[in-house]
């Protein structure tokens, strides 16, 4: 069955110090990989997303991911985590030829911030 | 410059009632997809649109939902004799041709008494 698993419901980290979000997916397809980000009251918005070619792909606000095939993840880490940052994160996978809309999205992953 | 519109933001409804949501997408959007988010979990695809026809309706939990667009741009979000378990965010996003991220609304909250 196509899934996608984020393991950690809540993480907590200091501001400024490094980020690593887990995401694994099941997928029959090749997959194509987005990160998206919610902040309370607002929509998802795109952090990243890969399609192809280079396994590591940057996105907005500093973030970046790495595609692991033999892994069938795609983590999502930032070096230096603002206050600002503190969301809900979704990891979601879509197929590359078919339904281009019928992502699987995780259940998400809340981070907190500490001063 | 306007994202994706989606009104009502909320809606309170007693059991049985019948509710219409409606997406706005972004112009020259030609897909359009139908999202529901429960509390705690992420979001669930419903249906899928290209142009007016709907593309994929598998995610549609059962009869009571339906959604149309009859004109290749709004659509609206049906669902019949509402239930409780229909309280969730129902999200609508749009995306223009061919494979790309998809562009999210601020969603319309459900809540069923």
């Known amino acids: 069955a196509q899934s996608v698993t984020q393991p950690d419901i809540h993480i907590t980290v200091s501001e400024g110090a490094s980020l690593e979000l887990r995401c694994n997916y099941s997928y029959g397809a090749t997959p194509y990989l987005f990160w998206y980000v919610q902040s309370p009251g607002q929509g998802l918005q795109l952090l990243l997303k890969y399609f192809s070619g280079d396994t590591l792909v940057q996105g907005i606000k500093g973030f970046e991911a790495e595609f692991k095939r033999s892994q069938s993840s795609f983590n999502l880490r930032k070096p230096s985590v603002h206050w600002s940052d503190a969301a809900e994160y979704f990891c979601?996978?879509?197929?590359?030829?078919?339904?281009?809309?019928?992502?699987?999205f995780g259940k998400g992953t809340k981070l907190s911030v500490k001063p | 410059g306007a994202g994706v519109s989606q009104t009502p933001s909320n809606k309170v409804t007693e059991k049985g009632k019948y509710v219409e949501l409606r997406c706005d997408p972004i112009?020259?959007?030609?897909?359009l997809y139908w999202y529901r988010q429960s509390l705690g979990q992420g979001p669930e695809f419903l249906i899928y649109f290209q142009g007016t026809g709907a593309a994929d309706d598998s995610g549609l939990p059962n009869d009571r939902f339906f959604a149309v667009r009859p004109e290749g741009s709004v659509s609206t979000l049906k669902i019949q004799r509402t239930e409780r378990g229909d309280s969730a965010v129902y999200l609508c996003?749009?995306?223009?041709?061919?494979?790309?991220?998809?562009?999210f609304g601020e969603g319309s909250r459900l809540t069923v008494l």
């Open positions: 996003a749009s995306s223009p041709p061919g494979p790309g991220e998809l562009f």
């Open positions: 112009s020259g959007h030609t897909a």
């Open positions: 979601a996978v879509g197929a590359v030829q078919g339904s281009q809309g019928n992502l699987i």
